[in-house]
């Protein structure tokens, strides 16, 4: 009887360990988190930036850029680990050129992108986007000592000389300039900025956060936000929405996507009070 009763005993012991190893298994699959993969250039600021440490001003961390030793931060950052958060994803940053930033995440580089990129039904035809996460205006980043420093209205850069940043929407609002010399257009906003401070440009085509961070970064710099009555229209087939763009089909993607926006309850006024901490926390130059 004795010797049963320890055969017993031990085949519960064994059946017991093979149910706790089993829920040990489990549990480990459980814990293992999604990663929302994020492409933008960590470039243009406020939106995105790049910066040497994981110390923000404020307090706040910047996320590692992966597969380098650098760090990204910005409203598009900030917004991205929102959205990972409620999601309850962890966020991976990949940083990548502006001119290949669809290719990359059509080639499975990354999942999303998260970079300020403005809905046009043209993007829309090869990328699938999200409700907007920020809604811009655009104006004109001009020399503080130049000849346009103080004008208000379109018509007053009639014959200006203009430029701004190569496949973006903005490309289309350099013509709407009256008789302007439409000079070559820039990679990034940095040049743009560069070329209106050392007066080889008189203008540059830009929106209002990246030309408020410009005149902050750039004591030489200053923007025009043009009068309602004399100012850019809006092209056809274009916004001013911002959204987050996923790869063509991949409507599960989209939808958890705003679902999150939903559930962080994201208004214009969050975007403002966003962008302008984005703003603040900026860093002074390139």
């Not at 519960?12 to 298994?25: K, Q």
């Not at 990204?72 to 994803?89: F, H, I, S």
């Not at 007066?199 to 309602?228: F, H, Q, R, W």
Request: net charge negative; aromatic share 8%.
């Amino acid at each position: 009887m004795k010797k049963r009763t320890v055969s017993v005993l031990l085949c519960i012991i064994l059946v017991v360990s093979l149910l706790a190893g089993c829920g040990a298994v489990k549990s480990s699959a459980k814990e293992e988190k999604k990663v929302l993969r994020v492409g933008m250039e960590c470039a243009y600021a406020p939106f995105n930036w790049t910066q040497s440490s994981e110390e923000v001003s404020n307090g706040d961390k910047a996320v590692p850029i992966y597969g380098s030793e650098d760090y990204a931060y910005g409203y598009d950052v900030m917004l991205a680990q929102k959205l990972a958060d409620e999601l309850g994803w962890e966020l991976e940053i990949h940083k990548v050129e502006w001119s290949s930033i669809v290719l990359g995440m059509n080639s499975g580089d990354y999942d999303v992108i998260i970079a300020g990129m403005g809905y046009t039904e043209e993007r829309d035809n090869s990328v699938d986007f999200t409700d907007p996460y920020y809604i811009r205006n655009n104006v004109l980043i001009v020399n503080r000592e130049g000849a346009y420093a103080d004008v208000k209205t379109l018509a007053d850069f009639t014959g200006a000389s203009a430029t701004t940043q190569i496949g973006t929407i903005w490309e289309q609002y350099v013509p709407q300039i009256p008789d302007v010399n439409q000079l070559t257009y820039y990679e990034t906003t940095s040049e743009i900025v560069m070329a209106v401070s050392m007066g080889a440009a008189d203008c540059g085509v830009l929106d209002e956060p990246t030309a408020m961070s410009a005149s902050i970064a750039n004591p030489d710099i200053n923007y025009v936000k043009l009068d309602d009555s004399d100012g850019f229209i809006v092209p056809e087939g274009q916004s001013l929405n911002v959204c987050v763009a996923v790869k063509e089909g991949n409507s599960e993607l989209q939808k958890s996507l705003d679902d999150a926006l939903d559930a962080i309850e994201w208004d214009e006024a969050k975007m403002a009070d966003l962008m302008n901490l984005a703003v603040e926390l900026q860093p002074l130059s390139e």
